[in-house]
C-alpha cells in the first residue's frame, strides 16, 4: 500500500491529461484572417476537424530535499515538504521529474546551510524556498500555518542592520507578523532556525526547526 501511494504520488506531480472539454471552430477576432491560437498546459496534443482539446496539468511547487548521493544511488531518503521522509527510489523518481534543481551547499558535520545570502532587502527565490522548507510552518509559538503561506520576516530588521540571509530570515504568518511590526512580540535568532519568542509579558519560548539529516557515518568493511 504505502508503494502503491508513492506510485501515485509521483503520477500526480508528473502527468497531464485531457479534460474532455473542447472547443470547436474559429474564435471571432474581430475580422482576423479566421485562424486561432490554442494552448494547452501539461501535455502537447494536436487538434483535428477543428477542434482544439485543452489540458489539465499540476502548476504546484512541490519541494523534495534529496541528498547528492541518493541521487547517485545511495539509500538515504529523501524528504518530501508537509510529508516527511520518503523512500530513496520515491526521491531520484521526482527529482527524475524535477523542471529545476536549486543547489544546498551544507556543512559536511553540521548540516549547517553554506552560502546564498543577498546583499539586498529582497529576498531572492531560492532563498525564500531555502527558509520556507526548513521551517515548514510560522515559527510562532503554537502557530501551525504552513510557511509556504507565510511572509518571510527579518529577525533583525534591515533598517537596524539586519542582513537577508538565511539566519535572519524566519516565515510568520500574516497575523504574527504584524504582531511583530506592532511591537507585540519580540523575536531572536541566535542561530539558523532557532528562533525565541519574546511575549509583551516577557515571557520567552524556543522553537527550533527540524535539522537536516545527518550524513551517514563511515563504516568500516567487516574485515
Given at each position: 500500500?504505502?508503494?502503491?501511494?508513492?506510485?501515485?504520488?509521483?503520477?500526480?506531480?508528473?502527468?497531464?491529461?485531457?479534460?474532455?472539454?473542447?472547443?470547436?471552430?474559429?474564435?471571432?477576432?474581430?475580422?482576423?484572417?479566421?485562424?486561432?491560437?490554442?494552448?494547452?498546459?501539461?501535455?502537447?496534443?494536436?487538434?483535428?476537424?477543428?477542434?482544439?482539446?485543452?489540458?489539465?496539468?499540476?502548476?504546484?511547487?512541490?519541494?523534495?530535499?534529496?541528498?547528492?548521493?541518493?541521487?547517485?544511488?545511495?539509500?538515504?531518503?529523501?524528504?518530501?515538504?508537509?510529508?516527511?521522509?520518503?523512500?530513496?527510489?520515491?526521491?531520484?523518481?521526482?527529482?527524475?521529474?524535477?523542471?529545476?534543481?536549486?543547489?544546498?551547499?551544507?556543512?559536511?558535520?553540521?548540516?549547517?546551510?553554506?552560502?546564498?545570502?543577498?546583499?539586498?532587502?529582497?529576498?531572492?527565490?531560492?532563498?525564500?524556498?531555502?527558509?520556507?522548507?526548513?521551517?515548514?510552518?510560522?515559527?510562532?509559538?503554537?502557530?501551525?500555518?504552513?510557511?509556504?503561506?507565510c511572509e518571510l520576516d527579518h529577525t533583525t530588521p534591515w533598517s537596524q542592520g539586519g542582513t537577508t540571509s538565511y539566519g535572519n530570515l524566519a516565515a510568520l504568518c500574516k497575523r504574527h507578523h504584524m504582531f511583530k511590526t506592532e511591537g507585540y512580540w519580540h523575536y531572536q535568532q541566535p542561530e539558523p532556525g532557532t528562533i525565541?519568542?519574546?511575549?509583551?509579558?516577557?515571557?520567552?519560548?524556543?522553537?527550533?526547526?527540524?535539522?537536516?539529516?545527518?550524513?551517514?557515518?563511515?563504516?568500516?568493511?567487516?574485515?
Open positions: 500500500l504505502t508503494q502503491l501511494r508513492a506510485d501515485v504520488l509521483v503520477d500526480v506531480l508528473t502527468s497531464a491529461g485531457p479534460t474532455g472539454d473542447h472547443e470547436t471552430g474559429a474564435e471571432d477576432n474581430g475580422g482576423n484572417d479566421g485562424k486561432s491560437d490554442s494552448k494547452s498546459t501539461g501535455s502537447s496534443g494536436s487538434s483535428q476537424s477543428g477542434e482544439a482539446s485543452t489540458y489539465w496539468g499540476v502548476q504546484a511547487k512541490v519541494f523534495v530535499t534529496v541528498p547528492v548521493m541518493t541521487l547517485l544511488g545511495g539509500d538515504a531518503p529523501g524528504e518530501l515538504e508537509g510529508y516527511g521522509p520518503i523512500d530513496p527510489e520515491t526521491a531520484r523518481k521526482l527529482a527524475g521529474h524535477a523542471p529545476s534543481f536549486t543547489r544546498i551547499l551544507t556543512h559536511p558535520f553540521t548540516g549547517a546551510r553554506l552560502g546564498a545570502d543577498a546583499t539586498t532587502y529582497r529576498v531572492p527565490q531560492d532563498l525564500k524556498d531555502a527558509v520556507r522548507v526548513r521551517d515548514g510552518t510560522c515559527r510562532h509559538p503554537g502557530c501551525n500555518r504552513l510557511a509556504v503561506f525565541i519568542a519574546i511575549s509583551p509579558a516577557g515571557e520567552t519560548y524556543l522553537t527550533t526547526a527540524d535539522p537536516p539529516p545527518a550524513p551517514p557515518p563511515d563504516i568500516p568493511p567487516p574485515f
